[in-house]
T-cell receptor, first 115, second 115 residues
């Protein structure tokens, strides 16, 4: 399967724990986007990364959230000290270029539940 | 500021009926891209179509058709002879050409097709 791979599919954490969400882009794609979907809402942009660089993090909460896309390995979205309000579906998307309106192809998402 | 409005929260139809999902957008950019994505009950996001702002030709793909009208800032999606498998949440999205390609999503329209 050469699509966008996200894991885990479901993640349960207790308040105060850390959550790590992983995303491997489609083969040949070097642009990764993270979006958050709160229950019964549309998707909201969080961050855009290229290899080893954060290009746009205008949608990221200022505290507790961070993202990386290392030279080797998947992109990671990290949420520290999770709270109930972090419960959501987190989607990763990848594309092959920037500024060309390239379609973003999405993974199946990670459903994060905070107890 | 960019904005996408999907005024129809939920639509219910009976199989074989035609249904049109509305999408209205706002942008100050003269060049931009519009997208439709489908989110079936299983939760993944499926890319359906991309349209750039210079191409106002309508497009038909099987039972799906899209009507892009720049004069009214609308990009509507019609399903002809709907089927139960079309039941999903449909999202319209906008991206600017000269930015980071981040997608601005509408809040989605939930389509229920009953047998």
């Amino acid at each position: 399967n050469a699509g966008v791979m996200q894991n885990p599919r479901h993640l349960v954490r207790r308040r105060g724990q850390e959550a790590r969400l992983r995303c491997s882009p489609m083969k040949g794609h070097s642009h990764v986007y993270w979006y958050r979907q709160l229950p019964e809402e549309g998707l909201k942009f969080m961050v855009y990364l290229q290899k080893e660089n954060i290009i746009d993090e205008s949608g990221m909460p200022k505290e507790r959230f961070s993202a990386e896309f290392p030279k080797e390995g998947p992109s990671i979205l990290r949420i520290q000290q999770v709270v109930r309000g972090d419960s959501a579906a987190y989607f990763c998307a990848s594309s092959s270029g920037q500024g060309q309106g390239q379609p973003q192809h999405f993974g199946d998402g990670t459903r994060l539940s905070i107890l | 500021a960019q904005k996408v409005t999907q005024a129809q929260t939920e639509i219910s139809v009976v199989e074989k009926e035609d249904v049109t999902l509305d999408c209205v957008y706002e942008t100050r950019d003269t060049t931009y891209y519009l997208f439709w994505y489908k989110q079936p009950p299983s939760g993944e996001l499926v890319f359906l179509i991309r349209r750039n702002s210079f191409d106002e030709q309508n497009e038909i793909s099987g039972r799906y058709s899209w009507n892009f009208q720049k004069s009214t800032s609308s990009f509507n999606f019609t399903i002809t002879a709907s089927q139960v498998v079309d039941s999903a949440v449909y999202f319209c999205a906008l991206s600017e050409t000269w930015g980071t390609d981040k997608l601005i999503f509408g809040t989605g329209t939930r389509l229920q097709v009953f047998p």
